[in-house]
């Protein structure tokens, strides 16, 4: 079986992404995870990713000017590798509309909520101060519009009396770590 070659784009804490290393582990998982690509010099990610043995490249945004550029930058860097997927875990940069366009459904991003509902940044308060009874998060390929794309998967989880921003943010975070992994498994299965 060839494995889907993955290049992961990160800009923290990375635990998504860890969640998908601990995945491939498994031998008949179908992608393997062969870049850890970041925006962020000091994104937590990285450290982990290179103790895992990952390849890890690190463009930074704030060294270019122009969003185009900077992207430039990134596909360069995944030349040498390979990739037939990308996955947005915690990445931190809206990515343009030439970008998206030469990966036709080829990217997939997570976002923590039951989209289309809270799209953007902020997601977890928003729904308590909606008062909402339950969230989620939902792991969708990327089309030029943020937040936007087709729905691969999402897992709902309950919003509960006193529950604050990090809080509900922990629970979703937890189903975040199951949801990603048995997203990629089924774009892989049927490709
Ligand atoms: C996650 O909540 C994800 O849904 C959002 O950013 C966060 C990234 O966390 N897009 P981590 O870096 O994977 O730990």
């Given at each position: ?41 000091d ?18 945004h ?29 990445f ?21 909520s039951?989209?289309p ?18 969230s989620?998060c939902?792991?969708?390929?990327v ?12 897992k ?32 892989a299965?049927?490709?």
């Amino acid at each position: 079986m060839k494995k889907l070659r993955l290049a992961v784009f990160i800009s923290g804490r990375g635990s998504n992404m860890l969640s998908i290393l601990e995945a491939t582990k498994e031998p008949d998982f179908p992608a393997e995870i062969v870049v850890v690509v970041s925006n962020k010099v000091d994104a937590a990610g990285i450290q982990s990713a290179k103790e895992n043995g990952i390849s890890t490249e690190i463009v930074e945004h704030k060294h270019y000017k122009r969003r185009e550029d900077f992207e430039d930058a990134i596909q360069e860097r995944l030349k040498k590798y390979g990739i037939d997927m990308i996955i947005l875990a915690g990445f931190m940069r809206i990515l343009s509309e030439s970008f998206v366009t030469q990966w036709p459904d080829q990217i997939l991003n997570i976002h923590p909520s039951l989209l289309p509902e809270y799209k953007g940044t902020n997601t977890h308060q928003r729904a308590i101060n909606d008062g909402k009874t339950e969230s989620g998060c939902t792991v969708h390929f990327v089309t030029p519009e943020l937040d936007e794309g087709p729905i691969i998967l999402q897992k709902k989880v309950p919003i509960l009396k006193g529950d604050t921003a990090e809080t509900l943010a922990h629970r979703i975070l937890e189903q975040e770590h199951i949801a990603y992994p048995e997203a990629i498994k089924r774009i892989a299965s049927n490709l």
